[in-house]
């Protein structure tokens, strides 16, 4: 099993920046691709971006490519997501997540077994 926690969110202004940790412990962090989930309230959680397990591949949500970074450090077990450029519609709940599955690129939060209990943004003047 792995628990993750999440911290780092925030009120920000619009243009700011913020940086979410995701802190693992338990199982193995660097066997687990890493992704990140947001959820606005009344909306379903939705895709932000995802790393694979060594860090080498990333992927992201066409709405956050080029303001947001996805990255991990293995020997720290943990991972990051670097938010900049931050709009009002970037305001949610920001979840990190851990699945092991053999074909690393997904979006989809049924694929993904360990989850973090969340950290808010929100992004307002």
């Known amino acids: 099993q792995v628990q993750l926690e999440e911290s780092g969110g925030g009120l920000v202004q619009p243009g700011g920046s913020l940086r979410l940790s995701c802190a693992a412990s338990?199982?193995?962090?660097?066997?687990?691709?890493m992704g990140w989930f947001r959820q606005a309230p009344g909306k379903e959680r939705e895709f932000v971006a995802v790393?694979?397990?060594?860090?080498?591949?990333?992927g992201y949500q066409s709405s956050v490519k080029g303001r947001f970074t996805i990255s991990r450090d293995n020997a720290k077990n943990t991972g990051y997501l670097q938010l900049n450029s931050l709009k009002p519609e970037d305001t949610a709940v920001y979840y990190c997540?851990?699945?092991?599955?053999?074909?690393?690129?997904?979006?989809?939060?049924?694929?993904?077994?360990?989850w973090g209990q969340g950290t808010q943004v929100t992004v307002s003047s």
């Open positions: 997540a851990v699945h092991s599955r053999s074909s690393w690129y997904s979006p989809r939060p049924n694929d993904y077994v360990y």
């Open positions: 338990g199982r193995t962090f660097s066997s687990y691709v």
């Open positions: 790393i694979n397990s060594s860090g080498g591949n990333t």
